[in-house]
């Protein structure tokens, strides 16, 4: 059976979970990592392909965010959107080879995300509509845009990589990113 | 672009893309770091670059990342030795009490090793409790899926589809069997079923083959060696299946089957 605790824990605004773990409450992290872990380790995945690597980088993530959680100020940039951002720069870093980007902290990366993903019926529908938005783009503006997100690919890396010229290239990430904003943000 | 703003609104979605080559990027930074308009910006494009993430084939983490994540917190908070390292020895005073901390030496010890012991068994209590925290809310998340299992099976527009394995699949991953229940109107998915371990460099791929249109992935999975793998998604409502499959595909996943099929259950 779902406890009351449990169901209050899955109700909680991730505001209330962050000022818990600022009072050392250990299961408010734990709440947070059922809620967001699952997002976050397909990302991670996704760009590492490497199960044990995604893990680690997953765990220190949280670690992180117990140890300053304090410095989250909800007020100014949404959690889910910050775990997005930092597991995303940490995938590619470990990708590339490179010490992980500045600007990790969570105080210093400000993220606004339009939906709320609090939520699992919300991050499953964003899910949908996101899925929906890029089957929707050009071949090859798909395929720019993955190189770019999943690979950390700048405009040139991924002229070279395609073949394409790089004019070709900035046109259609720049499309990509139009088309998307208007479809997933109307 | 140094002092001036970016001149399309595209330029902050592209740069939180990580898009933009060198110059382009440190001149947008630099300007960005100094104008309060275009960091909020910012900040709304980084929302909109981060839900890409939404694409990722979903990949649950092995319930191990929790468990080790959660040792270390209560590591972290109780620090080893905990209130043992604040606990000073009284100063001596020499010669009158030099007979009196001899006597008592025995008692201190003692009294120490009694401390650092219960100090243990409280660490050891602790990782209990975290074990059965974690325990508990395991069992709580499998009770809540079963429920809604039971709900979908119970659903009178749910389809039940077993896939088979199929002649063609590559050499010891020929063998397997599973069963997915579908229920359209809902874009729920369950997957039961036992596959040989892949490969270390490879993983399964779970699709729904729709009537039009490209495979969707449903999931990526690794079994271990003789375990049933349960899945449960939640897909696009309302899409009309032709067939379910699962292939073998590079670790992690892919965005479209590109591997073998090694199981399959069309919809008859």
Same mark, same amino acid.
């Given at each position: 059976?779902?406890? =009351?605790?449990?169901?209050?824990?899955?109700?909680?605004? !991730?505001?209330?979970?962050? !000022?818990?773990?600022?009072?050392?409450?250990?299961?408010?992290?734990?709440?947070?990592? !059922?809620?967001?872990?699952?997002?976050?380790?397909?990302?991670?995945?996704?760009?590492?392909?490497?199960?044990?690597?995604? $893990?680690?980088?997953?765990?220190?993530?949280?670690?992180?965010?117990?140890?300053?959680?304090?410095?989250?100020?909800?007020?100014?940039?949404?959690?889910?959107?910050?775990?997005?951002?930092?597991?995303?720069?940490?995938?590619?870093?470990?990708?590339?080879?490179? &010490? *992980?980007?500045?600007?990790? $902290?969570?105080?210093?990366?400000?993220?606004?995300?339009?939906? &709320?993903?609090?939520?699992?019926?919300?991050?499953?529908?964003?899910?949908? #509509?996101?899925?929906?938005?890029?089957?929707?783009?050009?071949?090859? %503006?798909?395929?720019?845009?993955?190189?770019?997100?999943?690979?950390?690919?700048?405009?040139?890396?991924?002229?070279?990589?395609?073949?394409?010229?790089?004019?070709? /290239?900035? +046109?259609?990430?720049?499309?990509?990113?139009?088309?998307? #904003?208007? !479809?997933?943000?109307? | 672009?140094?002092?001036?703003?970016? +001149?399309?609104?595209?330029?902050?979605?592209?740069?939180?893309?990580?898009?933009?080559?060198?110059?382009?990027?440190?001149?947008?930074?630099?300007?960005?770091?100094?104008?309060?308009?275009?960091?909020?910006?910012?900040?709304?494009?980084?929302?909109?670059?981060?839900?890409?993430?939404?694409?990722?084939?979903?990949?649950?983490?092995?319930?191990?990342?929790?468990?080790?994540?959660?040792?270390?917190?209560?590591?972290?908070? $109780?620090?080893?030795?905990?209130?043992?390292?604040?606990?000073?020895?009284?100063?001596?005073?020499?010669?009158?009490?030099?007979?009196?901390?001899?006597?008592?030496?025995? /008692?201190?010890?003692?009294?120490?090793? =009694?401390?650092?012991?219960?100090?243990?068994? &409280?660490?050891?209590?602790?990782?209990?409790?975290?074990?059965?925290?974690?325990?508990?809310?395991?069992? %709580? %998340?499998?009770?809540?899926?079963?429920?809604?299992?039971?709900?979908?099976? =119970?659903?009178?527009?749910?389809?039940?589809?077993?896939?088979?394995?199929?002649?063609?699949?590559?050499?010891?991953?020929?063998?397997?069997?599973?069963?997915?229940?579908?229920?359209?109107?809902?874009?729920?998915?369950?997957?039961?079923?036992?596959?040989?371990?892949?490969?270390?460099?490879?993983?399964?791929?779970?699709?729904?083959?729709?009537?039009?249109?490209?495979?969707?992935?449903?999931?990526?999975? &690794?079994?271990?060696?003789?375990?049933?793998?349960?899945?449960?998604?939640?897909?696009?409502?309302?899409?009309?299946?032709?067939?379910?499959?699962?292939?073998? $595909?590079?670790?992690?996943?892919?965005?479209?089957?590109?591997? *073998?099929?090694?199981?399959?259950?069309?919809?008859?």
């Amino acid at each position: 059976m779902v406890t =009351a605790e449990k169901r209050a824990e899955l109700k909680a605004t !991730d505001a209330s979970l962050i !000022d818990r773990i600022v009072q050392r409450d250990e299961s408010a992290l734990a709440a947070l990592y !059922d809620r967001y872990s699952g997002m976050l380790s397909s990302v991670l995945n996704r760009i590492l392909r490497d199960t044990q690597a995604a $893990e680690e980088i997953l765990q220190d993530i949280f670690y992180q965010l117990w140890r300053n959680a304090a410095q989250f100020d909800a007020s100014r940039g949404s959690l889910s959107g910050w775990l997005l951002v930092i597991a995303r720069n940490r995938a590619i870093s470990r990708l590339r080879r490179h &010490n *992980p980007a500045s600007g990790d $902290e969570l105080s210093e990366n400000t993220v606004v995300i339009a939906s &709320n993903l609090e939520s699992s019926i919300a991050r499953q529908e964003l899910m949908s #509509k996101v899925k929906g938005a890029l089957d929707n783009l050009p071949k090859e %503006q798909r395929a720019a845009i993955e190189l770019a997100y999943f690979e950390g690919l700048t405009h040139s890396e991924i002229a070279q990589r395609t073949g394409d010229p790089l004019g070709t /290239v900035k +046109t259609r990430l720049r499309s990509a990113v139009e088309t998307l #904003k208007r !479809d997933l943000h109307p | 672009m140094s002092g001036e703003h970016p +001149t399309r609104p595209e330029d902050f979605d592209l740069y939180a893309l990580g898009a933009l080559d060198d110059a382009e990027r440190k001149a947008f930074e630099s300007h960005v770091a100094s104008c309060a308009d275009c960091a909020e910006k910012l900040a709304a494009a980084r929302g909109r670059i981060a839900i890409l993430a939404f694409a990722a084939p979903p990949v649950a983490p092995s319930p191990g990342v929790k468990e080790t994540l959660m040792r270390q917190v209560i590591a972290s908070a $109780e620090g080893p030795g905990g209130s043992l390292a604040r606990v000073k020895p009284e100063p001596s005073d020499g010669g009158v009490f030099a007979r009196w901390w001899a006597a008592l030496l025995p /008692v201190a010890t003692a009294f120490a090793l =009694a401390t650092v012991l219960l100090w243990l068994h &409280n660490e050891q209590l602790n990782r209990q409790l975290a074990d059965l925290r974690n325990t508990i809310q395991q069992q %709580q %998340q499998e009770l809540a899926e079963t429920r809604h299992q039971a709900d979908l099976i =119970a659903a009178r527009e749910t389809l039940v589809v077993p896939l088979w394995s199929q002649k063609g699949a590559p050499e010891g991953h020929g063998e397997g069997h599973a069963r997915v229940l579908y229920n359209a109107k809902e874009g729920m998915m369950t997957y039961d079923g036992w596959l040989p371990s892949a490969p270390a460099d490879k993983s399964y791929q779970l699709w729904l083959v729709p009537m039009n249109g490209a495979p969707i992935s449903a999931g990526v999975f &690794n079994p271990k060696n003789g375990e049933m793998s349960h899945m449960m998604m939640k897909l696009p409502a309302g899409v009309t299946a032709k067939e379910f499959a699962v292939s073998l $595909e590079p670790a992690g996943g892919m965005p479209h089957p590109t591997g *073998p099929m090694v199981l399959v259950g069309p919809i008859s």
